[in-house]
C-alpha cells in the first residue's frame, strides 16, 4: 500500500510569495501532524488534525501559517508572505488512530522549501 | 514542557565496530520513549519504541535501545555496525499533549566507513 505522500518534493519561493504544500496520508488514517525541520536540527511539530478538526496549532511560528484538511483525507499547509527564516524541510506524518501517546506515526519524504 | 538531548551530533565509525548513540528525556509526563531513522534520501521510519515493561527493547534491523528511567537515557546501541546503517538518528517522545505529537532531539548523523 502506498505510504503518505507530499507535493511538491522541491519549492524554491521569493520573499513575500505564498505557498502550498501537499499531503496525502495513508488512507484511513485519522491523525495528521505537521513538522518543521530546519536545517541540522530534529523535526518540530506544527500543527494536528484528527479528521478535518485542527485539535492542535501550537506550534504554527506565526499567523503566516496555516494548514487545513477539509475532508479528513489530504491536507494543505499554506504559507503567506514567505520569509528566508522559514525555508526548512516540511514533514507530513500520519497514523491510524486518533491522537494519543501510543500510536506510530508514519512520516512523508517531505517538501524542502527555500526562500529567496 | 517535554524536551530531548542527543550528545552526539556527527558519529563516525568503521564497519563492525559498536554503536551508541546517547539520548536523554526531560523529567515528567507519560514516558513513552522512540527512535526513528532516515536513511539517505528516504522517509523518517520507526526503528523501535518503549512503552512499558521490559527496559531492554529491540527493534528493526538489530538495533536496540535500554531504557535507564535513573539517569533519564534511552540510548540506542548496535553490536556491529554495517555501512548500510549509515544515517540520521534521531530521539523522539510525545509532547504533553494528548495529540501525540512528538518532540525530537536533534539528530545524530552517523558515518559508517566500509
Known amino acids: 500500500g502506498a505510504g503518505v505522500s507530499q507535493s511538491p518534493r522541491y519549492k524554491v519561493a521569493k520573499r513575500g510569495q505564498d505557498v502550498a504544500l501537499r499531503c496525502d496520508p495513508i488512507s484511513g488514517h485519522v491523525s495528521l501532524f505537521w513538522y518543521q525541520q530546519a536545517l541540522g536540527q530534529g523535526p518540530e511539530f506544527l500543527t494536528y488534525?484528527?479528521?478535518?478538526?485542527?485539535?492542535?496549532k501550537s506550534g504554527l511560528p506565526s499567523d503566516r501559517f496555516f494548514a487545513e484538511r477539509p475532508e479528513g483525507s489530504v491536507s494543505t499547509l499554506k504559507i503567506q508572505r514567505t520569509q528566508q527564516e522559514d525555508s526548512a524541510v516540511y514533514l507530513c506524518a500520519s497514523s491510524l488512530l486518533e491522537g494519543g501517546l501510543y500510536n506510530e506515526q508514519f512520516f512523508g519524504p517531505g517538501t524542502r522549501l527555500t526562500v529567496l | 514542557a517535554q524536551s530531548v538531548s542527543q550528545h552526539n551530533h556527527h558519529v563516525i565509525l568503521s564497519e563492525a565496530a559498536s554503536l551508541e548513540l546517547g539520548c536523554n528525556y526531560s523529567y515528567g509526563g507519560t514516558v513513552n520513549l522512540f527512535w526513528y531513522v532516515q536513511y539517505p534520501g528516504q522517509h523518517l521510519q520507526l526503528l523501535l519504541k518503549?512503552?512499558?515493561?521490559?527496559?531492554l527493547v529491540k527493534g528493526i534491523k538489530g538495533f536496540e535501545a535500554e531504557f535507564i528511567k535513573s539517569k533519564f537515557s534511552f540510548n540506542l546501541r548496535k553490536p556491529s555496525v554495517q555501512w548500510s546503517d549509515t544515517a540520521e538518528y534521531f530521539c523522539a517522545r510525545p509532547g504533553s499533549s494528548n495529540t501525540g505529537k512528538l518532540i525530537f532531539g536533534q539528530g545524530t548523523t552517523l558515518q559508517v566507513k566500509p
Open positions: 518503549y512503552f512499558s515493561g521490559d527496559p
Open positions: 488534525f484528527q479528521n478535518e478538526a485542527q485539535l492542535d
